[in-house]
């Protein structure tokens, strides 16, 4: 898992989270959406919570790559 994480180019993942975090631009972000409805307490359905997760776990990947980086002095 930690070589993939190596091999993947830190702009290309950087530009990847940002279009799929602010995926759909118009009327307003879904993960804008999502984290307002879970600091709501409205997040309930799955699809919503689907959504959370969809929209959030290219930013967690750029998290993990940016601390492998440090780990390897890449940073």
Known sequence: ?????DKIPLTGLLLFAIV???????PEPHLVEK???LAQGQLKKPIDIFDLFWHTWPI???ILKLIRMRQTGAL
């Not at 799929?20 to 118009?26: D, M, R, Y």
């Open 60 to 62: 967690v990947l750029v």
């Open 1 to 5: 898992m930690l070589e993939f994480l």
């Open 20 to 26: 799929l975090g602010l995926a759909p631009f118009f």
């Open 35 to 37: 984290l307002r409805m």
